[in-house]
């Protein structure tokens, strides 16, 4: 009996080195630990993961279980807009409507109907000044059961100047041979314009239309300063590994020179260098200091700027990477206080899909992090030796307890028959 427990200890004792086999810690801090978290990752923390595809970080609660979490890079753009229903009638029923034969009265404003000769009894008039920031789309709502009809699109301030559309339209709700074709939502991308002229090819009995209007935000950039070598005449630097750079940015003194320099690139020291995308990177300078920023289309390890024939590379020459806000999202539904742990080659954590959560969930707690400590650091000294033989370990952990077992079956069964 006391060789089983010994076993059953040793057992859970190989097993949990799984779950703190990080090399750190922050403990996160929360008002309220409960619901969706946020978790802001500090550019120092990624020096320390392992792992390229942030597969060794992970949220564990009080008894060191893991919790549903996903890292998502802030460089996803975001929307929002807005959305209303328009006014509209048809030129006919505006006539209709009026009093005088000579002009009409719409929106305020009163225009001689000589003047309004672009316009058929069969279009429809769409009041649009309340978007004031244009239009997007322009979502219809028809009468008709099935229909397919071509139709244009002109947008003016005056009723009288109009500029046509010139993308092709179709409204359409039809069943054909078993397809079924429907198109009510017109992509029109038109400016801020007072009305927009509906002009169906058939007749179309439309009784609402819906303007939207979508405005795309991305999210800030954060900006660090990157430490320079300067090495043969080059200026040679590295980027952090896991940060999605943007951009880079150049600072240099005032002097009315023509700067040209070469940008290198590579992703080990043994490797040869190659030419980064964009290659070429040059300014005439003529201010106090001159801000020069570049996007990076690819990410290496190592980066050499090397002048060009004619110029030079500046001592005052100063560097700042800006790159995408990196944040843990997680769901706090263990036994708080939870831990942020990360930094490991053997350890790989579940991540979890929260994307449409994250979506959808306005009120999302922004955590605090703690001050940083080691928690196992041994693991990350010697993460072979782990990662190469903790199987083999946990089988033969499995083969002694089953001997164990089958050895105390026998003494029972030994017991048993001396007994008798």
Sequence with gaps: MRLLLIWILLTQLLFSVEKNDFAYGREVRLNDPAGLVRVDLELSLFSHLEQSDFSDITIIDAEGDEMPHNVVVESNQFEDGQEKELLFSSFKQIKQYQSNTLSINYNGEKIALSKLSALSDEDYIVNTASMREGIDTLQFSVEDEEYLTPISVAYSNDMVHWRTLRAPFTL???????????????????????????????????????????????APLKRYKISLRREDGAIIFKLPAHVYIDSLEFELPKRDQFYAFNLQERNDENEAWSYAQPREIYRMLSSNIERLSI???????????????????????????RYHDISLYFLAQGVPPYTLVYGSQKVTSKSYDLTK??????????????????????????????????SLFVWLFLIIGVGLLGFMSYKLLSEQKETF
């Design 172 to 218: 359409a709700n039809l069943k054909t041979q078993g397809v079924s074709i429907e198109e009510n939502e017109l992509k029109v991308h038109t400016p801020f314009a007072k009305y927009i002229k509906i002009h169906p090819k058939t007749t179309l009995r439309i009784y609402s239309i819906t303007a939207k209007k979508v405005r795309t935000k991305q």
């Design 295 to 321: 996007l990076l289309y690819t990410q290496a390890t190592e980066y050499k700027i090397t002048p060009q024939e004619g110029s030079y590379l500046p001592k005052e020459l100063t560097l700042y990477a």
């Design 357 to 390: 959560l994250i979506a959808n969930h306005k009120d999302v707690e922004v955590a605090t992090l703690a001050e940083e400590r080691t928690v196992n650091l041994e693991a990350k000294e010697t993460p072979k030796l782990s990662r190469d033989y903790s």
